[in-house]
């Protein structure tokens, strides 16, 4: 499929034509000609992040197809024509974004997920939203420069509250059980790469410092799930 759009730029006024605003973040071009930019958009109210790739005269066809086939390999929902993509980070709104830029919706690929014997999980506390997810986060250990995707999904600074060095966590909210201990799974099968969540009814709390899992999880009610990466 050819496409008329030959820099990131160019797909964010595109996307601004459709009805679909898209606010720049971050944006940058190489020397090869190939461009990148994030973006938040909103449709129907609800905030979502865009990362836009485009290709330079100078990328093959074929490491097109092996970049986008990488993204696909972890679990990202593209949408793609001729020699761009964008990563669209809620892929409920992937079709919306495929019409707006005449290209097709490509679903992630179903990322394997080791075996692993989660321990009991409490039905409670649950939260109505994100927000009062991170509001909880911030009375047990901080909660700032919160920074929310719109897909159920924030991410803040935390550990200030009790003298810790600043660090990351990531808040999700989930539909329902199955859907939170498949999240928790998927986090936890990457060889070599630690986790450490705080869990309970229908959220997690992934956090970047391990060392506040226990306290936090005495907070909040919840139960730690951590793997080392063995």
Known sequence: MTSP??????????????????????????????????????????????????????????????????????????????????????PVFAPQIAKALDGVVLPGKEIPVRSYSLPAIPASPRFDTVQQLAEALDGAAGCTDRQESGSGQLTCRTGTKIGRTPNCATLQLHSDEAARNKAISIEISHPDVPASLVTAGNWTVNLCDYSLANQVARALGGVVVAYDGK
């Open 5 to 90: 759009y030959g820099t990131a730029g160019e797909l964010v006024s595109a996307l601004g034509r459709a009805g679909i605003p898209c606010s720049v973040t971050v944006s940058n071009t190489r020397q090869n000609g190939s461009s990148d930019a994030d973006c938040t958009a909103a449709i129907n109210g609800v905030p979502f992040e865009n990362e836009i790739s485009v290709f330079g005269p100078p990328v093959t066809r074929e490491e097109i197809g092996t970049s986008v086939d990488h993204r696909r390999g972890e679990g990202q929902t593209l949408v793609a024509a001729g020699s761009w993509y964008v990563y669209v980070r809620n």
